[in-house]
């Protein structure tokens, strides 16, 4: 059994059963029959009929979806309902979206050998898909992870991380509740070794991996020949603000976006290059704020900051931030941990660029600022990592806007916005080590489709 608990106080919320191999077998059979009778396919019209009936369900449970996903998840109660209001919206974006699954028609008649022809494309499922998922957006990644498949016409098995299944399940029974048939979406909570037994079958025709870099490159390295896949891992966002940057706009953006779900979220604002001019200002505005920052259980309306999913993962800040400051970075606010489960929000000023604050995913309540004299080395810099997936700029001058997002190696820049700013009907998604493919609802609908032509020979053409 697995004890599901509490990231705040490790108090137990429920207890559910592990998948074993023979149960992964069972779920891998039912899919791949599903796929494989094409009498059983789901209609368009049926799935969004389907699709429809389970976003008015959640309508009507945003309470109880929104406790299940702070609890478990450990993100503030006020963030974990904007979580599920945005879930919502996805399933809504995902049943608009079936009926732009559509392919083109090809030209023919080009060539004598291509005459007396006319050819057309069109998009069917691309088979069983395997999603595995992270336990910072409990019930979003997941419907990210299904909603797309089932609206693409793919039966699909997720796996969701196993400090964060119960939102997972809740969403199944849903989606059963609104009519989907049996079988369509399975939820499979097992061990690491069982779940790569689970995406490397070769019956898997898409994977789709939201986690750490390690374990997704070495997933994907292990996947059986055509099995398709899209990985999303970390960044470390970097941001560049230039001398005439609108203070008022731009404190708060910052605010909300490095200490959001205390800083466990994979663009979160990591890495601020601030111009030198400005920066001790900058410095001062931005610490004070993040110092008085309200951290605490995460069921509480107040708590603005809640705990990190584990004991583990505040050892690790708690270490990375002493080796950052005895190595020269000044401490302007935070620096300690609350308790085993909490820590203070933190802000620090020129850390060294060897430091694995400056060189590492923090995934905690950490921003680091650098001071900078020329906007290109500090571009430079931002560059400097394998890890590129958003960045911004802040800046009133258009052209320096313009410059900048060019230069950054990132796959979206935000202009006098923070890095953790998305909707998710956008592109998002990491380059480099950061993940391949590109995720969003449309998106990954699309990746989930394949391309099929037709050619009609015909004299009377």
């Known amino acids: 059994?697995?004890?599901?608990?509490?990231?705040?106080?490790?108090?137990?919320?429920?207890?559910?059963?592990?998948?074993?191999?023979?149960?992964?077998?069972?779920?891998?059979t039912v899919a791949d029959n599903?796929?494989?009778?094409?009498?059983?396919?789901?209609?368009?019209?049926?799935?969004?009929?389907?699709?429809?009936?389970t976003a008015e369900i959640m309508k009507s449970?945003?309470?109880?979806?929104?406790?299940?996903?702070?609890q478990e998840g450990g993100k503030p109660y006020n963030d974990s309902k904007v979580e599920v209001l945005r879930a919502i919206n996805g399933v809504k974006l995902a049943a608009e979206h079936i009926g732009q699954i559509k392919g083109e028609q090809i030209p023919m008649g080009l060539t004598k050998a291509s005459e007396n022809r006319i050819a057309f494309t069109t998009r069917e499922p691309v088979g069983v898909v395997v999603s595995v998922s992270a336990f910072n957006h409990p019930l979003n990644l997941t419907v990210h992870q299904t909603v797309t498949a089932i609206a693409a016409g793919c039966p699909v098995i997720i796996k969701p991380a196993s400090t964060t299944p119960l939102s997972a399940l809740n969403f199944a029974k849903i989606l059963y509740e609104a009519g989907l048939p049996e079988g369509w979406c399975q939820v499979t909570v097992c061990k690491n070794d069982v779940a790569e037994k689970l995406v490397t079958d070769k019956r898997v025709n898409y994977f789709s991996f939201i986690g750490s870099s390690k374990v997704g490159w070495y997933?994907?390295?292990?996947?059986s020949p055509g099995t398709r896949c899209a990985l999303e891992h970390g960044g470390s966002a970097p941001v560049i603000v230039e001398k005439d940057a609108d203070f008022n706009e731009m404190l708060p953006s910052l605010l909300k976006g490095g200490f959001y779900h205390a800083g466990q979220v994979c663009v979160s604002v990591q890495r601020v290059f601030v111009h030198e001019s400005i920066v001790d200002n900058f410095s001062e505005q931005f610490a004070e704020p993040a110092s008085k920052l309200i951290v605490g259980n995460q069921t509480d309306k107040?708590?603005?900051?809640?705990?990190?999913?584990?004991?583990?993962?505040?050892?690790?800040?708690e270490e990375w931030v002493n080796e950052a400051v005895e190595g020269g970075a000044k401490l302007l606010?935070?620096?300690?941990?609350?308790?085993?489960?909490?820590?203070?929000p933190t802000v620090l000023l020129n850390p060294p660029e060897d430091a694995k604050v400056s060189t590492s995913e923090i995934f905690g309540p950490v921003v680091c600022i650098y001071s900078y004299s020329d906007r290109e080395d500090a571009i430079k810099k931002a560059n400097?990592?394998?890890?590129?997936?958003?960045?911004?700029?802040?800046?009133?001058?258009?052209?320096?806007?313009?410059?900048?997002?060019?230069?950054?190696n990132a796959t979206a820049v935000m202009v006098n916005d923070?890095?953790?700013?998305?909707?998710?009907?956008?592109?998002?998604?990491?380059?480099?080590?950061?993940?391949?493919?590109?995720?969003g609802i449309p998106y990954t609908i699309h990746e989930m489709t394949r391309e099929k032509l037709m050619v009609i020979k015909s004299d009377v053409l």
């Open 1 to 28: 059994m697995l004890k599901v608990k509490s990231p705040f106080d490790n108090s137990l919320i429920k207890e559910i059963p592990l998948a074993n191999e023979q149960d992964i077998e069972k779920a891998l």
């Open 34 to 53: 599903l796929f494989q009778n094409q009498s059983l396919w789901l209609p368009a019209h049926e799935r969004i009929a389907i699709l429809e009936r």
């Open 61 to 70: 449970r945003i309470e109880e979806l929104t406790k299940t996903a702070a």
């Open 219 to 223: 997933l994907r390295s292990k996947l």
């Open 302 to 317: 107040k708590t603005e900051v809640g705990p990190l999913i584990s004991p583990h993962e505040v050892n690790r800040v």
């Open 333 to 344: 606010c935070g620096g300690k941990r609350i308790s085993d489960t909490c820590y203070e």
């Open 384 to 408: 400097s990592l394998d890890l590129h997936f958003q960045a911004s700029v802040f800046t009133k001058n258009l052209d320096i806007a313009l410059d900048t997002v060019k230069k950054l």
């Open 418 to 439: 923070h890095t953790a700013f998305r909707v998710d009907w956008m592109p998002f998604g990491g380059r480099d080590s950061s993940g391949i493919g590109m995720g």
